[in-house]
């Protein structure tokens, strides 16, 4: 009998194995105000564990220079840049109070829910206002989010937290955090989570370049550790496979402390990834807002066109074909700019002349022509139309890149 019941429970298991074989899941992780420079400098072997299965690069946080799309390298701005894939001037989120962020920009978890409900989500995050404002959980402006699963918040409790000036409660909290964090993804294996941990960023305010700031990163490797043996025993035990994205929401002035400008020290971030499937794109310094068309592609998330055409963001894993695309307006002459990163292959070039989407409606694009992507130049007529924005978006087999044109 005992024989028997064993036998029942074995094959309960391996039918629940076999369910999830190959399920895609995708956890991605903030490390607060790390500098690209600092990750060269302290010994991190828990992310290195990582790195070697996949790969590093520097990365941009801040949109164009003098262009529309400029966004402070500020902390929420960062994020929300990440959680939405497109700059400041869409999301509308510009500090860390977080005033009016535009929802019609969804968030990568809005997506997933609205592709497949039955998908699960979590956040463990050091920030509360990274799943009630960002996110925007239950607001009728994100259709009533919630995630199935949260653990945040307790930086509010000053009861169990004592806040003193030398911010160790964030430390203590950043550690429940991603203990709770490995011990939810061992257990449940959510499809799409985030972890959020902040004592990097308090150190670098607090102490500058300095060695409190070096023992930040290295108190957070210790916590990337705790994660990535969870996704490990997912991989081993459930056959899942996993896409674990590192990554920092902006760099530093010069002395360490302060961020928000557009220096080359506070713009240079880095992601850190297991991902095998990088491709040529990754090696040619990605931005904040090529995390989220990344980890669609692993979803396997088919996000609808009205939102593909808007994203700023170019995936660095999986096919690839152009990148950079830049226009301008001459007269009645629309100049394009991209880079090529395949051979032979065409593209196709709508223009819209409304922002309908930006208070959730819709924009009509029509063709204005094919291009050689090889060539990464074209020059197309606008038959005289006129408006104060041309929107442009370069599609491919790939997926779609855009630009304003803004008078």
């Excluded at 653990?151 to 806040?163: A, K, Q």
């Amino acid at each position: 009998m005992k024989k028997l019941v064993m036998l029942v429970l074995l094959g309960v298991l391996s039918s629940q194995t076999f369910a999830q074989e190959n399920e895609k899941k995708v956890l991605f992780v903030i490390l607060d105000g790390i500098p690209a420079d600092v990750m060269d400098s302290v010994a991190t072997p828990n992310i290195d564990k990582v790195i070697a299965e996949g790969g590093f690069a520097l990365a941009s946080m801040g949109g164009e220079v003098g262009g529309y799309s400029e966004t402070p390298t500020i902390s929420a701005v960062g994020y929300n840049s990440l959680l939405t894939g497109v700059w400041a001037n869409k999301h509308n989120v510009w500090d860390n109070s977080i005033e009016n962020p535009n929802y019609n920009y969804w968030t990568i978890f809005r997506m997933l829910k609205k592709t497949d409900p039955k998908k699960k989500t979590a956040i463990f995050s050091t920030w509360l206002d990274n799943r009630t404002k960002l996110v925007g959980v239950n607001l009728p402006q994100t259709d009533h989010f919630e995630f199935d699963y949260f653990f945040d918040g307790m930086e509010l409790d000053t009861l169990n937290f004592p806040h003193g000036e030398d911010r160790l409660y964030i430390h203590q909290i950043d550690e429940l955090v991603s203990k709770e964090a490995a011990s939810y993804i061992h257990k449940e294996g959510p499809d799409l989570s985030w972890m959020y941990l902040e004592y990097s960023d308090d150190m670098g305010h607090r102490f500058g370049n300095s060695p409190q700031m070096i023992d930040a990163v290295q108190k957070a490797d210790v916590q990337i550790g705790r994660v990535w043996e969870a996704i490990q025993f997912r991989q081993m035990y459930f056959k899942e496979d996993w896409l674990l994205i590192i990554t920092t929401d902006h760099g530093r002035e010069a002395d360490g402390f302060g961020h928000g400008g557009q220096s080359e020290r506070e713009r240079t971030i880095w992601i850190a990834t297991n991902s095998k499937m990088t491709n040529s794109y990754f090696d040619r310094k990605p931005e904040m807002v090529d995390i989220l068309p990344a980890m669609a592609l692993h979803l396997g998330l088919k996000i609808p066109k009205r939102i593909a055409m808007e994203l700023d963001g170019t995936p660095f894993i999986g096919p690839v074909q152009a990148t950079g695309l830049t226009a301008n307006r001459h007269q009645s002459k629309l100049e394009l700019k991209w880079k090529s990163l395949s051979q032979g292959q065409k593209g196709r070039v709508w223009v819209s002349t409304t922002n309908n989407f930006k208070t959730g409606g819709l924009d009509n694009y029509w063709l204005v022509g094919e291009v050689d992507l090889d060539e990464e130049s074209a020059s197309m007529t606008l038959q005289g139309i006129q408006s104060d924005v041309y929107k442009v978006v370069l599609e491919t087999d790939a997926g779609y890149l855009n630009y304003w044109v803004q008078n």
